[in-house]
């Protein structure tokens, strides 16, 4: 089913689909290797938008649509990692908490400089002992006068080091905890009380980097309670609200590296027959090839589907699961059977194919786990709220 | 059949245990991964074990033991680290040519520095291009009493200063009407003069195994150096392959346990939801299947090299090791990262790193599909 995008976003499509070929591949291994974007390409990033792809033009961004913002982040998935790590985490989970439920003041305030690529966002969820099980974490925030005094640890922050803001989820009642007693707070970097650890090594998403993150009676004003004052104890939902948003964008990611992989791996056959290896030689990897076609193929129909849907305002809560359990898990499929028509040269990262494998791996993990999405979507079947059980 | 190691056997695994319990220090381990350096003082105290000379006889200084106590002595170490085991399972990588078509001064020269953990070993087969092993172009021209040899092989492990010397596949016959038949395996000492080494470059896994490009300009080496009779090298190849097969099967094996190990005792500890995440069905049934797995893999490459050690070398049997404990250790290190969360992601937490290792070992010594080839054209009596 063909959705209908305008010619205005085709164009722009197009913009971005040449940046990443003529910008961002050239330098994909050196900023494997260097673990770090160079920062004349953040500014060639901030330039054209892609900060502000979700926020409304009012505040500066670009006012993407839903199925817009997944076309986009399948182009830029089509090299490292990173470059979406770094823009999707920003204007995504660092940011969608204000964007969703933010006062008027907050989205004036915040997001035009976040939609410039100015500031860049992070979300400040997860702790040691608070993974899957968000409920469980500890960082507490306790009222002072005219502030809020945060206390406590968080882990695996993306974006940590260059963020000028944490969308930062915190206890606010002990007792009542995720049942309304947690709260969503906007922390700029220079408030005092927040040290950000070095980064982590990690097995890939190289250019990306996750930090430790530790509040020490940080000192938060009131005004930065996400929506208000009202909204002290509604930020758990806050939190799963921005989360679910994530996942069709996870989806995106998943398919546009899924996509690149398949491609690459088309040129390989062609090389292979070049030098002489026949159909017959070859048939295995032709049937792979068709497999992987098959899989992207049913991605991509499900993924702007569900797009499609948000956009008409419709609930997409176990799409976005579907999805992401579905376009990350074959993204691992793929590269692992790229690997294997590549074969020896597959093992070079100058040849991609491994990088992608180890890329890709995370989108499994992060952004709510497949088990954690298996949870969410048997529950929808069964109807588990309703019942009871 | 006696599905049981025997005292001795039993003896050498406990040996081993013992080893990677005393040598195998994650700080140490952890530094050397990072500079991705050869762990060479591990390596030199495994030959106080015996273990780069367990299969050579003991007048090659070796410990006159066999294919099955190879095998087991791989597999306990790559699961006391799949990066440190690699290094020393492969240290030896080649050996078995020389052992079972080297000369007596062949042998005599080569061995005991091997066994010594002296040098590494090295085979110098594929060539860049998509050159087939059979339309191979590196080529060994008479000349006066040697061998001159020009050419360029690819992705040769053990490459570069602490090679020994290179067993290199040449074109000796450039005339065979079967361009096969025309190849030969020549023993090219590391310090001749013409030899230039490259390295690979950045990879997906075993980083800490050199791996480099090797080209050799008119490299010459004394008549001797043929290894066995001359245009055999396809065949001496190919008995060669059933050994590291059989070993990347062991690696694997060990790989795929020592993930299996480090997320079973991460699940039993770590606490989500108010209980430990092996109290989750889900978790349970995984780590069923992957147990499952492990045990078939286990069984598969103890039979093929139990068929080695009596004189059944068999490629069917080693190519469905290879094949069968490679992808097993690839599915199993996967799993393990995703019982890990967010900390499998984490290089600190080390099964990531025994994953690339075991996707590794699923693509040396011939991928999924080269090994299928093998075994069928074994089912069907192709010669």
Not at chain 1, 202 to 216: A, R
Not at chain 2, 208 to 218: L, M, N, Y
Request: include cysteine; aromatic fraction near 6%.
């Amino acid at each position: 089913m063909d959705y209908k995008i305008s010619e205005e976003f085709n164009v722009f499509r197009t913009t971005i689909k040449d940046f990443v070929g003529q910008e961002l591949e050239p330098i994909s291994l050196q900023v494997e290797e260097a673990n770090e974007i160079p920062e004349p390409i953040m500014d060639r990033i901030r330039e054209l938008g892609l900060f502000g792809m979700p926020i409304p033009k009012e505040y500066g961004g670009l006012g993407l649509s839903t199925l817009e913002e997944v076309m986009i982040y399948e182009e830029i998935t089509r090299t490292n990692a990173c470059f979406r790590s770094r823009i999707g985490t920003s204007n995504g989970i660092g940011s969608m908490g204000i964007l969703c439920d933010g006062t008027d003041e907050q989205k004036r305030k915040y997001l035009p400089r976040i939609a410039s690529g100015e500031w860049t966002t992070a979300f400040a969820l997860t702790e040691p002992d608070a993974g899957s099980d968000a409920a469980n974490i500890r960082t507490s925030a306790v009222v002072d006068g005219d502030f809020w005094i945060l206390n406590g640890t968080k882990q695996f922050i993306t974006n940590a080091e260059c963020a000028q803001l944490f969308t930062t989820i915190a206890v606010t009642d002990e007792v009542k905890r995720a049942r309304g007693g947690v709260t969503a707070f906007i922390v700029e970097k220079d408030m005092p009380g927040i040290s950000v650890g070095p980064a982590d090594i990690k097995m890939g998403l190289k250019g990306s980097h996750t930090h430790e993150v530790i509040f020490s009676d940080c000192r938060v004003p009131k005004e930065n309670v996400i929506g208000g004052a009202s909204m002290v104890g509604k930020g758990f939902s806050t939190a799963m609200r921005v989360l679910d948003k994530g996942r069709l964008s996870m989806g995106a990611c998943a398919l546009g590296g899924s996509q690149k992989i398949l491609e690459l791996c088309i040129d390989r056959v062609h090389q292979r027959m070049d030098r002489g290896e026949t159909t017959a030689d070859l048939q295995a990897v032709h049937f792979a090839l068709a497999d992987m076609a098959i899989q992207v193929h049913a991605a991509r129909q499900m993924l702007h589907h569900a797009a499609v849907k948000r956009d008409r305002g419709e609930n997409v809560t176990l799409e976005a699961s579907m999805i992401k359990v579905f376009a990350t898990e074959m993204a691992s499929r793929i590269a692992s059977n790229a690997m294997d028509i590549f074969e020896t040269d597959g093992l070079l990262t100058k040849n991609r194919i491994e990088m992608f494998l180890r890329d890709v791996r995370l989108y499994r993990i992060y952004e709510g786990t497949s088990e954690i999405q298996r949870l969410i979507i048997s529950r929808g079947l069964l109807d588990l709220k309703r019942t009871g059980k | 059949m006696i599905f049981q190691l025997d005292k001795m056997q039993k003896q050498i695994r406990k040996a081993v245990v013992d080893f990677v319990r005393g040598e195998f220090k994650k700080d140490l381990v952890d530094d050397l991964v990072r500079a991705k350096v050869y762990p060479e003082k591990i390596w030199k105290k495994s030959s106080e074990l015996g273990f780069p000379g367990i299969a050579f006889p003991e007048e090659s200084h070796g410990e006159g033991l066999g294919a099955f106590e190879k095998t087991i002595i791989a597999e306990e170490l790559c699961r006391g680290d799949s990066s440190v085991g690699a290094c020393l399972a492969q240290a030896g990588y080649g050996a078995e040519i020389l052992l079972q078509y080297g000369s007596g001064s062949q042998k005599g020269a080569w061995l005991p520095k091997i066994a010594a953990a002296q040098i590494l070993c090295t085979v110098a087969v594929a060539e860049p291009g998509g050159v087939t092993v059979a339309t191979t172009q590196t080529a060994a021209v008479r000349d006066g009493d040697h061998w001159k040899i020009d050419g360029h092989k690819t992705f040769v492990r053990n490459a570069g200063s602490l090679a020994g010397m290179y067993i290199v596949l040449c074109r000796t016959d450039a005339n065979a009407i079967a361009p096969e038949q025309g190849l030969s395996l020549i023993l090219v000492e590391a310090d001749r003069a013409g030899i230039h080494v490259s390295d690979s470059g950045a990879r997906l896994g075993q980083r800490q195994i050199p791996a480099g490009e090797v080209r050799f300009d008119s490299v010459c080496v004394p008549m001797d150096n043929l290894i066995g009779k001359e245009n055999q090298g396809i065949r001496q190849l190919g008995d060669f392959l059933n050994h590291a097969r059989l070993s990347t099967a062991a690696q694997s094996l060990g790989i795929a346990q020592g993930a299996f190990d480090r997320a079973f005792a991460y699940v039993q500890q770590r606490e989500q939801f108010r209980k430990k995440i092996i109290d989750f069905q889900v978790t349970r049934h995984k780590l069923a299947d992957l147990a499952t797995e492990i045990e078939a893999a286990r069984l598969l490459t103890y039979q093929a090299a139990w068929a080695v050690d009596n004189d059944r070398a068999d490629a069917r049997l080693c190519a469905m090791a290879k094949m069968h404990a490679a992808r097993t250790a690839v599915a199993v290190c996967d799993e393990a990262i995703q019982l890990l969360g967010g900390y499998g992601y984490m290089q600190e937490y080390e099964v990531e790193r025994f994953f690339r290792d075991a996707k590794t070992a699923d693509i040396i010594d011939g991928s999924r599909n080269a090994q299928k080839d093998v075994i069928i054209d074994a089912l069907i009596g192709k010669k």
